[in-house]
């Protein structure tokens, strides 16, 4: 009977895992071919911060500027602290706007969402 118990035991095991359904797992291959989706996001850094007359200069990746009036936040730790509106001028990579809501401290993540 002892040694009856241990192979009973194995055997539901082994049962109940070939029974069990396996989950879906995400795939971005579809009809054998990888799907890549472009990042369209826009995402810049506060390189500084003017308190008096709040307004901060952003740096952006090369070709990534944002347009003239458009609203951007501003993300510390992954949590909005802030909201800017580009105003320019804009030299290279940098952009200039101003604070309209909230914070802003270099070194803050400035997204498009």
């Known amino acids: 009977m002892k040694c009856l118990l241990p192979a009973l035991v194995m055997a539901l095991v082994v049962w109940g895992c070939a029974t069990k359904p396996k989950p879906e797992v995400y795939?971005?291959?579809?009809?054998?071919?990888?799907l890549v989706t472009p990042e369209n996001s826009l995402v810049?850094?506060?390189?500084?911060?003017?308190?008096?007359?709040?307004?901060?200069?952003?740096?952006?990746?090369v070709g990534k500027l944002p347009g003239l009036d458009q609203t951007?936040?501003?993300?510390?730790?992954?949590?909005?602290?802030?909201?800017?509106?580009?105003t320019g001028p804009e030299r290279d990579t940098n952009t200039v706007a101003d604070l309209v809501s909230g914070e802003a401290q270099k070194g803050d993540e400035v997204r498009d969402q």
Not at 44 to 57: D, E, I, M, P, S
Not at 72 to 86: N, W
């Open 44 to 61: 810049g850094r506060v390189l500084t911060y003017n308190a008096a007359g709040r307004f901060v200069v952003l740096d952006f990746p």
């Open 72 to 86: 951007l936040f501003v993300y510390r730790q992954d949590l909005k602290v802030g909201e800017v509106k580009v």
């Open 27 to 34: 795939s971005p291959v579809e009809n054998g071919r990888l």
